[in-house]
């Protein structure tokens, strides 16, 4: 193994040391547990300062033997020479100055000029003037640089106040294709106007790592918040380190939204929430008062305010046998899949448009009705996510995947002996949702959610009897997390629904089908095969898929939403059955998948011959997707 040593270190390496080399980031394909922000140019590229470094710090050596500072309204200035650098020709550290009173920074860059888009020829390079931008403004610019040959200009007064690159004769492009660099200087030795050309500085040694010959520790960093109370003050909108609350409630819920940070914090709280930037930031506590009474902020959970919780009542738990938790997978996995289906037909069967139009009333009727569909529609398609993260789950213990549809009848809740039934949003269906989905007091009753919390504890305990325990820890804690707001939604979905009864709200969903209405239900069900079949194929392929029949579940998911969406406009019920023996059949030429796919096509064509616009619309949308499912599943 090799033991680099940056160049401003001169001790000796102790034996044995290892380097971090971010290999897995080059390699060419998805290695599982590897984040898209692995590779510095996949980071989080914010600079105001940024998240994991500041972007400018980065870019501050961009031109070899150069180094810029772009932190400044003024423009961006020198600040440092690597003497003997052919592309700096005879600057010296001398010409820079010393950036304090009496002798401040006397280089700055006046222009930048190279290729930012590949479809840019040579002699179209374009030039970007300092003339009135910031340092951050021409940052931009010099991040877009493509490798390759770069000209800069510099010159004495601040970029901002300079003429640009204007006072070359020419035109910059023209000196940089031609390779025609100079310093000028006036009589007393001072630099008038450089111009230098080179290729763009690379940041990354051969290992792919940034280059420690070229950035000491803590470059890159510098100039991020300190203290962190900067950072939390300046950056809203769940931004700052993972969540932080941007607006709240009072514990109480009766006051909403809240400004989090506000200065004034009696209750009942003065004064709510303003859009207003201007009002937000007069309202706040200031960088000063944060850093002073950072503590007077309370704990926010489930979007309120509440430092009273205390500890609450420890659970009990107790291990489970490997067995055990295998068993309760296969049951969980069935469980999401017969949730999903039961909110989406609880989905359908309210009497709301797929989009709201442009300037509804947000209290109408229609857009209660339309936002309690999205509420409903929202846990449903997380309720399809935990069911690919429990298969997931069952694959790494060397289970078959669970992928097929719940039985009828199938018991949902033991404690209660709630069934799985497709039913309509009823006041009584809504309580049953909202009972389900509550937080367990106790881990042996209501909510599913006591159940993933065992699982979840026995793995954590018990590492040396799975494998890939850190893995399966992670997806079951994905699950409890995000189910914890279904409570709320439909909670919600209840609030949004208070003022008027089923009639009004509801869909009746029991016309008896004619021909066309047969035939959407039949293309709804190899829509539903499709999805089905896609999902096993991606969880039985794993990282190799590389993602793309995931998507097309995703688009196969689309598919049967329109289909059904307008099955229950016409008052026609959804039914999520695979397709009846006959309809379609596995071909030799492929699985059942690809024949479901082809049978769906086939249907999507006759459907599409009918009248109607938007029926033929909908169908060309889904032939294309189709079409493109074929043929990624014969290849």
Known sequence: MNNPIPGSVDLPVPEGK??????TARADYAVPGNPSGSRPESGVDNCFPGLEFDQRNLEKAFFPGLLFDFHHSDGSRLIGVTEGVPSVLDLTAADLGKGVEG??????LWAVCGRTTVDQ??????????????????????????PGRIAILLGPTPGSQSPGANIVPGGLNTWRMQNTTTVQRDDDGRVEAAVLIADRAGYLDPDGVIDPGAYLPGDLTRSLCAPWQYDFRECGCYYWAASKPDISASP?????????????????PPKLDTP?????????????????????????????????????????????TPERVIEELERLADVEHALCLEYLYAHYSLNAPTVLAPGTNPQSPVAQFHAAATEVFSVAVDEMRHLRWVNEVLGVLGRP???????????????????FELKR???????????????????????????YIRLHHTIVKRPDLFPQSDRLAHLIKLIIDEGVNHFERFKAVKGHLAEFSEDEYLRRLDKAPDPMDQ??????????????????????????AGGVLIEHARRAMTNLHEVNHLLASRDVAPRFQTPQPGVVTALADGGATLAAARAARQMQETIGSLDGADLRAMMTRHRATTDALIADLIL
């Open 103 to 108: 002798d401040p920074w006397r280089l700055h």
């Open 252 to 268: 109480d819920g009766r006051f909403h939204p809240l400004n989090f940070q506000r200065a004034d914090r009696t209750l009942p």
């Open 121 to 146: 020829s040579e002699a179209q390079a374009p030039v970007f003037h300092a003339t009135a931008r910031s340092g951050l403004a021409l940052w931009r610019h010099v991040h877009d640089l493509l």
């Open 401 to 419: 995947h669970k992928i097929d549809p719940p039985p009828p009848g199938m018991i949902i809740q033991p404690q209660t002996g709630q069934t």
């Open 18 to 23: 290892v380097f971090p080399r971010n290999l």
């Open 519 to 544: 035939q959407l239900l039949q293309l709804a069900d190899l829509n539903y095969a499709v999805l089905l079949g896609t999902m096993k194929e991606t969880l039985t392929l794993g990282d190799s």
């Open 276 to 320: 207003n930037i201007a009002d937000r930031d007069a309202a706040e506590l200031d960088h000063p008062a944060l850093i002073t009474n950072w503590n007077v902020l309370p704990v926010v959970l489930n979007g309120r305010e509440d430092d009273e919780l205390g500890p609450g009542t420890p659970f009990v738990l107790e291990e489970m």
């Open 425 to 451: 949003l009823t006041a009584d269906q809504l309580d049953w949702f909202i009972q389900v989905e509550k937080t367990s007091d106790k881990l042996d009753l209501d909510g599913i959610d006591g159940m």
